[in-house]
C-alpha cells in the first residue's frame, strides 16, 4: 500500500509523521523527499501471531520497520532444535543489510503492524544518505549491547533474576510512548511459557514458579493467565541482579 502525501507535513508521507519509526527508528534519518520516494516502493501490513516474517537462510529481498507488535528471532541447529535469540520492538529495523541470505528466523510472537520495503531501495538510500547508514550503526550496536547483556542474563544470573530481568525488557520495550516511564506497566506477554523457558534456559514449572514467586511478593500483577502488570519498574528492576 502506497502512503498518500500530505500537504500539512511538509512533503513528509502523513503516515510517516506519526510513524515511531519516523521519529525514533531508521526513517528519521530521511528527509522529506527521501521519504516520500520510500512511500512509493513500500507497503503496510499486519501479520498475526505465529506468521513467519523471515525464513532462516532464505535470500534477503525485503526490510521492514516494525510499527507494533513483538517479533522473536530464532536460530534453528540441524537437527531441528531451536533458541530464541532476541525480541524485537517498535521500532526496530527486521533484516540483515550487505547479507544476501538471512541468518536467523524471524516469527510474529504478537499481532505484529510492519512497513515493508524492497532491500535495493534502502541499500540504495544508504548509499546516499549517510545519516540513515548512522541509524542503521547505531541500532547495530545497541542490539550487540544488548547481545553482551543477555549473555551475562543466560550465564550468570539466577533463575529469578533471568525472569525478573525478561519482564523489565518486555515492560522498558512493549510500548515506546512509555520508554522513559518508571511507573505501571501493562502488557500481554509476547511469549508462551515454553518460550520463555527456552529463551532463559530454564525449565517451565520453573519459570511458572518464578513468576508466582514474584506476583506473590506484589512486585507483579497477572490476569487470564498471560497479562502482567508491573506495578512499579524499579521495584522490578532491583530483582534483575544488575
Not at 24 to 30: E, Q
Not at 162 to 184: C, E, F, M, Y
Request: glycine share 6%; net charge neutral.
Amino acid at each position: 500500500m502506497h502512503l498518500r502525501k500530505d500537504v500539512h507535513t511538509d512533503g513528509t508521507p502523513a503516515l510517516c509523521a506519526s510513524c515511531e519509526a519516523r521519529h525514533r527508528g531508521v526513517c528519521g534519518a530521511l528527509d522529506s523527499a527521501q521519504l516520500v520516494a520510500l512511500s512509493k516502493v513500500s507497503r503496510k501490513h499486519k501479520a498475526d501471531s505465529g506468521a513467519e516474517l523471515i525464513g532462516d537462510s532464505e535470500p534477503v529481498e525485503t526490510y521492514s520497520n516494525v510499527l507494533s507488535g513483538v517479533v522473536k528471532l530464532s536460530k534453528m541447529l540441524s537437527d531441528g532444535r531451536q533458541q530464541i535469540v532476541g525480541l524485537q520492538f517498535a521500532p526496530d529495523f527486521l533484516g540483515r543489510p550487505f547479507r544476501p541470505e538471512s541468518a536467523i528466523s524471524a516469527e510474529a510472537a504478537t499481532d505484529v503492524t510492519l512497513c515493508t520495503f524492497p532491500k535495493a531501495a534502502v541499500e540504495r538510500m544508504m548509499r546516499e544518505s549517510p545519516g540513515l547508514e548512522r541509524r542503521l550503526l547505531e541500532q547495530t550496536l545497541k542490539e550487540l549491547d544488548e547481545a553482551r547483556d543477555w549473555m551475562v542474563t543466560l550465564g550468570r544470573k539466577t533463575a529469578a533474576e533471568k525472569v525478573a530481568s525478561l519482564l523489565l525488557l518486555i515492560a522498558r520495550n512493549i510500548d515506546p510512548t512509555l520508554a522513559s516511564q518508571t511507573g505501571s506497566v501493562t502488557f500481554d506477554l509476547p511469549l508462551t511459557r515454553s518460550d520463555i523457558a527456552d529463551f532463559l534456559g530454564l525449565t517451565i514449572e520453573t519459570v511458572s514458579r518464578q513468576l508466582t514467586k514474584l506476583r506473590t511478593e506484589g512486585v507483579i500483577s497477572i490476569e487470564n493467565n498471560r497479562r502482567v502488570i508491573v506495578n512499579d519498574q524499579r521495584r522490578l528492576e532491583t530483582r534483575c541482579g544488575n
